[in-house]
């Protein structure tokens, strides 16, 4: 069965950091652009990063560019997103998915987030 299943959200304080792991199964991820989403409460999902399928290009939207960082392993079908500086305006459930388009794309029209693989996702809060 595919699926990709999100971990290591937690409860931090603002500055400290965090690293999300997105782990597939059921398929292989050697040709997959994978993003990572966030949805915080009562607000529109919004793109954070993307990372192509060798992990030789990655983007990030302006709120996260600077602090939060995306790698991958492809044998190891992971991909990782580490956030550091976290900040209270990043608390939201995270989520990762494969993508059908472009990063450029994918990562800021919402009809191209990737939602039919969005999972329960992964719950960072961060307090001030």
């Known amino acids: 069965q595919f699926s990709l299943v999100e971990s290591g959200g937690g409860s931090v304080h603002a500055g400290e950091s965090l690293t999300l792991t997105c782990v597939a199964s059921g398929f292989t991820l050697d040709y997959a652009l994978i993003g990572w989403f966030r949805q915080a409460p009562g607000k529109e999902p919004e793109g954070v990063s993307c990372i192509s399928a060798r992990g030789d290009n990655k983007y990030y939207t302006d709120p996260v560019k600077g602090r939060f960082t995306t790698s991958r392993d492809n044998a190891k079908k992971t991909v990782w997103l580490q956030m550091n500086n976290l900040k209270p305006e990043d608390t939201a459930t995270y989520h990762c998915?494969?993508?059908?388009?472009?990063?450029?794309?994918?990562?800021?029209?919402?009809?191209?987030?990737?939602?039919?693989?969005w999972g329960k996702g992964t719950l960072v809060t961060v307090s001030s």
């Open positions: 998915a494969p993508l059908a388009r472009p990063c450029q794309q994918s990562l800021f029209d919402p009809q191209y987030f990737g939602r039919d693989y």
